[in-house]
């Protein structure tokens, strides 16, 4: 553990200070949030009516892509996380450094994502149209909240997640099979001028799905803080996954049982409050938008927390450059402050369509990443096997091509923003670790 002890600090990462049950809080805290509530109508509209399915063909994807990162943290727990596998892949260089950032700005895309969720789902309540300028202000007043939050301390940061996943579980769990039982597990809605569903479509929309799923990976992070780390992590992410898995089926399922596939899509932004208006009404309305609201202040709450440690490691590696701008404090009081001025930029200047397509294709080529490192370097030392890897680039290689297809038919904005963006980060990582070792020389 000496070598990953120069990387996490003794003062902030404690270690055994946070449970299994902790780890799996943390982790479906990050997911349950956007994930199920402004994916799902979109999702339905790549996928048509077998978009419930989606959701399960992507947590098959997702447990390929897991094995990576179980293995991983079973053999190096660690607070850098991802950083850290990428750093034992492929060394302290640009593809460590690029790959760890296109993570941190997937989860920062994110944030930005829930925090747009939560100013359409609150919208709902005052029949606001979801393209007003409120909603924007409104994600954009729960990024500086959840960042107030966060610089103040990180102590209760730990229990308010496991209270609010708790509280979002149950909620979910309750709408899902009060709808459906009302509606007698009928499907008869979803499949009505539904349309057919074609395979690039569905294998479009499991990207988006694959999203949903990504919050497994900021357990990582807490690789040297939780107890029996060389178990546990790997278990809370088997744990959190599952968790979703069962609560997106259950959630697209009622969302199909109670609206037409069309009545879906006109309010993919919002399709959960739209589908319990048929069954509950206003009442439905209510409980569905106050989920929401805890859903998305929770989620954002504990992605923030986790992203702003992510860039705080990557700069203790010397892996991204660091300015203090004259603000006082540690660099992890700094990251918070990049990582709250770049979801509000992206939360005021991108739909919801957009920032979930741009986070996706940052995610999925980060996850390939991994993939390959440990594939080429890693497989014998960590007791991985080659053909789960080689299964996993594949399916990220195929989804993401396929999505990237239908994309540029349908929206060739996030084709440009995505191929910039990746393209940026790479080359400007180049031009930072070529500069910084020539300094050291």
Known sequence: MEEHS??????????????????????????????????????????????????????????????????????????????????????????????????????????????????????????????????????????????????????????????????????????????????????????????????????????????????????TNSGSEIVDPHRNVGRAIVISILVCVVIYFLVSIAVAANLTLPQIVAAKDFALAQAARPTFGEYGLWFTVILAIVATISGVIASMFAVSRMLAMLTNMKLVPHSHFGMPGGIQKHTLVYTLVIAIFLTVFFDLSRIASLGAVFYIVMDMAVHWGILRYLRKEIGARAPILVAAIVFDAVILGVFLVVKASRDMMVIYASFIGILAIFAGERLFLQKYRKGEA
């Not at 925090?115 to 994600?139: C, D, E, H, K």
């Not at 729960?142 to 979002?168: E, Q, Y």
């Not at 809605?189 to 499991?206: D, K």
């Open 6 to 219: 120069q990387h996490t600090g003794s003062s902030e990462y404690k270690r055994d200070s946070m449970t299994l049950v902790g780890a799996v809080s943390m982790g479906t805290g990050v997911m349950i949030g956007a994930g199920i509530l402004a994916l799902t109508g979109q999702i339905a509209e790549l996928a048509g009516p077998l978009f419930p399915l989606a959701f399960l063909a992507a947590a098959v994807v997702t447990a390929f892509s897991a094995y990576s990162y179980v293995k991983m943290s079973n053999a190096y727990p660690s607070a850098g996380g991802i950083a850290m596998f990428l750093q034992k892949a492929y060394g302290k260089g640009t593809m460590t450094a690029a790959g760890a950032l296109l993570m941190y700005f997937s989860m920062v895309i994110n944030e930005s994502l829930v925090a747009r969720t939560f100013g359409t789902y609150t919208m709902q309540l005052f029949n606001v149209s979801p393209n007003s300028w409120i909603v924007p202000l409104l994600g954009s007043g729960l990024l500086l909240f959840a960042f107030l939050l966060n610089i103040s301390g990180n102590r209760t940061i730990g229990l308010f997640s496991f209270i609010m996943a708790l509280i979002k579980i149950g909620g979910i769990v309750v709408f899902a099979v009060g709808i459906l039982w009302v509606a007698g597990f009928s499907f008869k809605r979803s499949l009505a001028n539904a349309g057919e569903s074609t395979s690039a479509g569905f294998i479009a929309a499991m990207a988006l799905a694959i999203l949903a799923y990504k919050g497994f990976t900021t357990i």
